[in-house]
């Protein structure tokens, strides 16, 4: 399966991913890294693999239309059959996702539907759930529709939230599981496993 990568951060769910590859776990390959910014640390990360990047930005276009059809021309260059959002912060043109429907998963550093949507990124996510008193939180991987973090589940994972736990310290946590479910999600979509049904997913 030929995957383009998203990405706008440092790029650990990148590496999660190219680590997932050679290790021969994820029987797929990453054809192209998408960028919103030139500096982002997934951009080194790419170039360090001779991965080919692209940087592209709503500032560069005039309309999310014109945007959405530079993204669909690289993603058709680059012969990409699959979008994975690893740390995207931006919202995915609509086209695009008519496009590539059902096929775009997103990483979401908390158990979805809960502290999710717009605004809900980075560390706000885990303030936001230490100051409610959960006791659990988690990584969720979904499907990416039109709306920020409302896609159908595919797979989800806790991690226990401690009395003395700082948003650091569960931001943190929440990665080591991020970089555990993400690959495999690809992993079952690559190896054809998942049935979605309307908004609901499995994996066989
Ligand atoms: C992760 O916490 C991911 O869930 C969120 O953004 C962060 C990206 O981290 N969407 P990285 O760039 O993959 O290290």
Redesign the pocket.
């Known amino acids: 399966m030929n995957i383009a990568v998203f990405?706008?951060?440092?790029?650990?769910?990148?590496q999660a991913i190219l680590d997932a590859i050679d290790a021969g776990i994820l029987p797929a390959r990453v054809v192209v890294l998408i960028s919103n910014k030139s500096e982002a640390?997934?951009v080194e990360i790419a170039r360090a693999r001779s991965i080919s990047t692209q940087h592209l930005s709503q500032k560069m276009f005039s309309s999310e239309e014109e945007l959405a059809d530079a993204m669909l021309e690289v993603l058709k260059k680059n012969h990409a059959e699959f979008i994975a959002?690893?740390?995207?912060l931006k919202k995915i043109p609509a086209h695009v996702i008519r496009q590539y429907r059902n096929r775009i998963i997103?990483?979401?550093?908390a158990l979805l539907p809960s502290f999710g949507g717009e605004g809900m990124?980075?560390h706000h996510v885990h303030e936001a759930v230490i100051a409610r008193g959960e006791k659990v939180s988690g990584?969720t991987v979904h499907l990416v529709d039109e709306e920020y973090d409302r896609g159908p589940m595919i797979l989800q994972k806790t991690v226990d939230v401690m009395p003395d736990e700082t948003p650091d310290s569960l931001?943190e946590k929440?990665?080591k599981v991020?970089h555990e479910i993400f690959p495999l999600a690809l992993k079952a979509f690559a190896e054809g496993r998942v049935k979605v049904e309307g908004t609901k997913v499995w994996i066989t």
């Open positions: 990405a706008s951060g440092r790029g650990s769910n990148f640390g997934a959002l690893a740390g995207y997103n990483i979401h550093p990124y980075g990584a931001a929440v990665l991020e």
